[in-house]
């Protein structure tokens, strides 16, 4: 049976009440994820339905890379999630609204603040369910890529080439976006993407292009300074993963890649 991620949302929150798997049946997953441990600094009623489609999104991703990484030779261990307002403290230091969400390797989480999702909607126009999972999951391609290594040498790199520093920022961002999209088709593959879907997390990627957020924020494009790349690159790379559900295709560090 075909059913979308709002209704697996539901059926997420039923399983809970009730104690009975009632996810497996429509994904043909596996067992269910466990649970990850959350900071919940949001107590706002309002706000609960939003904490629990990130909480499923971060599950599902999870469990989906817990089945990829073993075909490569690596284990995958769960990263968790901190939902804040304002502020927080982190491994990686303090970190306010404006830092948007973030991953700190040095702990192992994922940061989110909720109004993020408000201003992805109203001030990037790129609302939708799939939008906000495309965020999500970009954080966890983050936690892939310390997973695999790739976090340790990019920074070695970025020490030794303080040049490059902005360049290879990029690349690594495009990878998590490419790592995002793997992570969407495998919801194709289980048929739980609803129409529409792809079409909102493109949006979603080409909204937050570098290009795009300087010509917005200051009026002019500088790419001496880009450090997640243009909206051209984003689509490009979050697509790639889409169409692929290759991890073999997110190599973004090859330069002969675009």
């Not at 209704?7 to 929150?13: A, E, H, I, R």
């Not at 030779?73 to 982190?90: E, T």
Request: net charge negative; glycine share 12%; with cysteine.
């Amino acid at each position: 049976m075909r059913i979308g991620l709002g209704g697996l949302l539901v059926l997420g929150v039923l399983s809970a009440i009730f104690g009975v798997d009632l996810i497996t049946p429509f994904t043909g997953g596996g067992s269910p994820a466990p649970s990850q441990s959350r900071n919940r600094a949001l107590n706002d009623p309002q706000e609960e339905k939003m904490v629990q489609f990130v909480s499923f999104v971060l599950d599902d991703a999870q469990r989906t890379w817990g089945d990829v990484l073993p075909r490569f030779g690596s284990n995958y261990r769960d990263a968790k999630l901190v939902l804040f307002r304002d502020g927080i403290r982190s491994g990686c230091g303090i970190a306010g609204s404006a830092t948007g969400p973030f991953y700190c390797p040095g702990d192992e989480k994922v940061y989110l603040d909720l109004s993020f999702f408000e201003e992805l909607d109203r001030r990037f126009g790129a609302p939708g369910d799939f939008a906000q999972a495309y965020v999500i999951t970009h954080e966890i391609g983050h936690h892939v890529q310390n997973l695999l290594g790739i976090e340790r040498r990019f920074r070695q790199s970025q020490r030794m080439n303080p040049g490059s520093a902005n360049s290879l920022s990029v690349r690594m961002e495009l990878q998590a976006d490419c790592f995002a999209g793997v992570w969407g088709h495998s919801t194709g593959q289980r048929q739980i993407l609803e129409q529409g879907d792809v079409e909102e997390g493109l949006r979603a990627a080409a909204a937050i292009g570098d290009d795009r957020l300087q010509r917005m924020g200051q009026g002019y494009v500088n790419p001496d300074s880009f450090t997640h790349g243009t909206s051209q690159q984003r689509v490009h790379w979050f697509r790639r993963g889409l169409e692929t559900g290759d991890v073999r295709v997110c190599d973004t560090f090859n330069p002969d890649q675009p």
